[in-house]
């Protein structure tokens, strides 16, 4: 029988190992480490789970609580790697969101066990209700899971965009009274925790899922497309709250300390991308955010304007002639799965004396470091990859910007236009570059819905067409 002091013990070191994994994956040059981390420390976590539920089971029992586990874990196991090894680049994002609702879905299941059969799980006694302090993680622990699965799930539609469902769909979902609304569904699902705290009555406890369920779909309904990847890290930050939750309620310093780490580090992240989007950290907890009523209009005026355009031998031309380049990753170079002509242009302009770089905005793509593991993926030279404001000061000495598939995170109207539903948003400022050239399938607006000034520029040159096909067309003009 395994003793506690050993169980606290491989805890602890798996612990130390989920922070070693988020220690490293802060850097690209260190992420394939930060990950055997998190593997090791998950998998020791694992087995001393299951050592433990052996050891505790009831005498005769132990080989059938066993292998209930270990077929959970198969199945998982299986599926999990399924989806890993057939994911492409491109669905990352709905990847993360479904990850992050099947945490908050196992949150609710492990409340829902532990309120109706206590002590199954070593809490309270037959005799006796659940110790108040059960309740109040309980209760917690359940509102945070429910409302991270249900606002994952929406997410993933947005995320999608594959559904014709309207909740599923990138542009914001409002109406009058909207706050009030979510205000009052917070307050009623707060109010059925206490009565459930107060008197253990499941009744409460049901109807404070269920609350809780329609509050995560109402509070990521507001928010567009363009601001889904604060979305992503918001609710990467709920999943960790609620699996912390569910460990203080059983005893699991593992699920505390994991789900602590999970919650803080999302949170962080979360205000990093706020920053990045100038965007208020209350609003996107609150679902406030998202609906810019101007954003829509955007594109009105473009087709009285016109724009330089080139082919991609011009592009190649242009680029074998400057002494710095610095490439603009965006979403397209994802649709377009380009990243690996990409790295060859980059070998090739290099090859030719041409210093190469890389700018990459914090929001670009469809979440936080969609564009680093992109580019990570091609094994491009992370001392070419700089985050943007390494890189924001290089603009004005550069000579060529290449921008791929990028458009809100360029657009001058941040920075140029007061009135700008984006305005006061960081960008990468490739305005200020003696030549830009900007690759996309057509003028359409971006995730903001708004015409970017850039595209209209005197210096700018359109090379319009799928980017893998315009990158291959650039390195063979070289």
């Given at each position: 029988?395994?003793?506690?002091?050993?169980?606290?013990?491989?805890?602890?070191?798996?612990?130390?190992?989920?922070?070693?994994?988020?220690?490293?994956?802060?850097?690209?040059?260190?992420?394939?480490?930060?990950?055997?981390?998190?593997?090791?420390?998950?998998?020791?976590?694992?087995?001393?789970?299951?050592?433990?539920?052996?050891?505790?089971?009831?005498?005769?029992?132990?080989?059938?609580?066993?292998?209930?586990?270990?077929?959970?874990?198969?199945?998982?196991?299986?599926?999990?790697?399924?989806?890993?090894?057939?994911?492409?680049?491109?669905?990352?994002?709905?990847?993360?969101?479904?990850?992050?609702?099947?945490?908050g879905l196992a949150a609710v299941a492990i409340a829902i066990a532990v309120v109706l059969e206590p002590v199954a799980f070593g809490i309270g006694s037959a005799e006796f209700a659940l110790p108040m302090g059960n309740r109040v993680e309980l209760a917690l622990?359940?509102?945070?899971?429910?409302?991270?699965?249900?606002?994952?799930?929406?997410?993933?539609?947005?995320?999608?965009?594959?559904?014709?469902?309207?909740?599923?769909?990138?542009?914001?979902?409002?109406?009058?009274?909207?706050?009030?609304?979510?205000?009052?569904?917070?307050?009623?699902?707060?109010?059925?925790?206490?009565?459930?705290?107060?008197?253990?009555?499941?009744?409460?406890?049901?109807?404070?899922?269920?609350?809780?369920?329609?509050?995560?779909?109402?509070l990521i309904i507001p928010i567009g497309g363009a601001d889904m990847p604060v979305v992503v890290s918001m609710l990467n930050s709920y999943s960790g709250w609620a699996a912390a939750g569910i460990g203080f309620s059983l005893n699991n310093s593992m699920l505390?300390?994991?789900?602590?780490?999970?919650?803080?580090?999302?949170?962080?992240?979360?205000?990093?991308?706020?920053?990045?989007?100038?965007?208020?950290?209350?609003?996107?907890?609150?679902?406030?955010?998202?609906?810019?009523?101007?954003?829509?209009?955007?594109?009105?005026?473009?087709?009285?304007?016109?724009?330089?355009?080139?082919?991609?031998?011009?592009?190649?031309?242009?680029?074998?002639?400057?002494?710095?380049?610095?490439?603009?990753?965006?979403?397209?170079?994802?649709?377009?799965?380009?990243?690996?002509?990409?790295?060859?242009?980059?070998?090739?302009?290099?090859?030719?004396?041409?210093?190469?770089?890389?700018?990459?905005?914090?929001?670009?793509?469809?979440?936080?470091?969609?564009?680093?593991?992109?580019?990570?993926?091609?094994?491009?030279?992370?001392?070419?990859?700089?985050?943007?404001?390494?890189?924001n000061s290089e603009f004005a000495q550069t000579d060529v910007v290449l921008v791929l598939g990028a458009n809100d995170v360029v657009n001058p109207a941040a920075k140029n236009d007061p009135a700008s539903p984006i305005a006061g948003m960081p960008i990468l400022?490739?305005?200020?570059?003696?030549?830009?050239?900007?690759?996309?399938?057509?003028?359409?607006?971006?995730?903001?819905?708004?015409?970017?000034?850039?595209?209209?520029?005197?210096?700018?040159?359109?090379?319009?067409?799928?980017?893998?096909?315009?990158?291959?067309?650039?390195?063979?003009?070289?």
């Amino acid at each position: 029988m395994i003793s506690m002091n050993t169980v606290t013990l491989c805890y602890l070191l798996a612990s130390v190992c989920f922070i070693q994994a988020l220690k490293g994956l802060s850097h690209p040059a260190s992420s394939r480490r930060g990950n055997l981390f998190g593997m090791v420390g998950m998998a020791l976590a694992i087995a001393t789970t299951a050592v433990l539920i052996y050891s505790l089971a009831p005498a005769g029992k132990e080989l059938s609580g066993l292998l209930r586990v270990l077929i959970g874990l198969v199945i998982g196991g299986i599926l999990g790697t399924l989806m890993a090894r057939r994911v492409e680049m491109t669905k990352m994002p709905e990847l993360v969101a479904f990850m992050h609702s099947m945490i908050g879905l196992a949150a609710v299941a492990i409340a829902i066990a532990v309120v109706l059969e206590p002590v199954a799980f070593g809490i309270g006694s037959a005799e006796f209700a659940l110790p108040m302090g059960n309740r109040v993680e309980l209760a917690l622990g359940a509102l945070v899971g429910a409302i991270t699965f249900s606002g994952s799930v929406i997410a993933f539609g947005k995320l999608s965009g594959k559904y014709k469902f309207r909740l599923f769909q990138g542009a914001p979902v409002t109406f009058k009274g909207q706050h009030w609304l979510n205000l009052l569904l917070g307050l009623l699902a707060l109010g059925c925790g206490v009565i459930f705290v107060m008197t253990q009555a499941w009744w409460a406890f049901g109807v404070l899922l269920a609350l809780s369920f329609l509050l995560g779909v109402m509070l990521i309904i507001p928010i567009g497309g363009a601001d889904m990847p604060v979305v992503v890290s918001m609710l990467n930050s709920y999943s960790g709250w609620a699996a912390a939750g569910i460990g203080f309620s059983l005893n699991n310093s593992m699920l505390i300390i994991a789900g602590s780490l999970v919650g803080s580090s999302g949170a962080i992240l979360s205000y990093i991308m706020c920053k990045a989007m100038n965007r208020a950290f209350f609003n996107v907890i609150l679902g406030g955010f998202g609906a810019n009523p101007g954003a829509s209009a955007g594109g009105a005026d473009q087709g009285n304007r016109s724009v330089k355009s080139g082919s991609a031998e011009d592009a190649a031309f242009m680029m074998s002639n400057a002494e710095s380049v610095v490439i603009v990753p965006g979403y397209g170079l994802a649709v377009a799965r380009a990243q690996h002509a990409l790295k060859e242009l980059s070998d090739k302009l290099t090859s030719q004396g041409v210093t190469v770089r890389y700018a990459i905005h914090p929001v670009a793509g469809r979440m936080p470091g969609h564009m680093n593991v992109l580019l990570a993926e091609a094994e491009m030279p992370y001392e070419q990859v700089f985050e943007m404001d390494d890189i924001n000061s290089e603009f004005a000495q550069t000579d060529v910007v290449l921008v791929l598939g990028a458009n809100d995170v360029v657009n001058p109207a941040a920075k140029n236009d007061p009135a700008s539903p984006i305005a006061g948003m960081p960008i990468l400022e490739a305005y200020k570059a003696r030549t830009v050239i900007v690759n996309k399938r057509s003028m359409a607006a971006g995730y903001a819905g708004l015409d970017n000034e850039l595209f209209y520029m005197d210096k700018t040159m359109m090379v319009f067409g799928d980017a893998k096909k315009a990158i291959e067309d650039m390195v063979k003009a070289l």
